[in-house]
């Protein structure tokens, strides 16, 4: 079953506006991590946040994580078309064996020139 | 090449039939996984390896798949009369713990048509 469930389902923006994305997941987590996919096929490592931070940054990506309310927002600011894909969080759970990610079902992000 | 390939790119198969995916992971990375997208049911985890060894193999769907790494390298999915669920892409991702464990390197994914 899935962890992780982002919001909104899809998105669509103007060039230069930001975007907002949250993640909701279940259980207690090792870190979580935000993915980006291109045309439905392989997927690209964003940022990740462990559980005792609460928010991080990347260039123009801002990630926050409340454990509290067992959420994630993904801000990407200053859009740009080159952002359009789908973007996944994923998780890796607390106490697991591996590291095998566990991914929610990812948010449309369209960026209109 | 220097990250995760995947061949084949497309693969279109009838149903019954047996089909074969593989993955190059990055040279020197000990872990790879394996996972499914699809329309229905998004990204799912299928297997894991450490080494040439496959500790967790819980996302495995059904006794018609399986997998296997050879040289702690090359890992190839083998599905066995394909049924039409089984339509899908095929991820595979390595990842280290030099190169930062947690972070998974995904390949482009080998996309599975079973007529």
């Known amino acids: 079953s899935q962890q992780g469930e982002e919001d909104p389902q899809a998105l669509s923006i103007q060039e230069g506006e930001n975007a907002t994305m949250n993640c909701s997941y279940k259980t207690s987590i090792n870190n979580l991590q935000w993915y980006r996919q291109n045309s439905g096929r392989g997927l690209v490592h964003l940022i990740l946040i462990r559980s005792n931070e609460r928010e991080k940054h990347s260039g123009r990506l801002r990630v926050t994580l409340d454990t509290s309310k067992k959420s994630s927002s993904l801000l990407i600011t200053a859009s740009r078309a080159a952002d359009t894909a789908s973007y996944f969080c994923a998780t890796v759970l607390r106490g697991g064996s591996n590291y095998k990610l566990t991914f929610g079902k990812g948010t449309l992000l369209t960026v209109n020139p | ?115």
């Open chain 2, 1 to 115: 090449g220097a990250g995760v390939s995947q061949s084949p790119s497309n693969k279109v198969t009838e149903k019954g039939k047996d089909v074969e995916l593989r993955c190059d992971p990055i040279s020197g990375h000990t872990a790879l996984y394996w996972y499914r997208q699809s329309l229905g049911q998004g990204l799912e985890f299928l297997i894991y390896f450490q080494g040439n060894s496959a500790p967790d193999k819980s996302g495995l769907p059904s006794d018609r798949f399986s997998a296997e790494r050879t040289g702690g390298s090359v890992s190839t999915l083998t599905i066995q009369r394909t049924q039409q669920e089984d339509s899908a892409v095929y991820l595979c991702a390595s990842s280290s713990v030099t190169g930062g464990w947690e972070t998974q390197y995904f390949g482009p994914g080998t996309r599975l048509l079973v007529l």
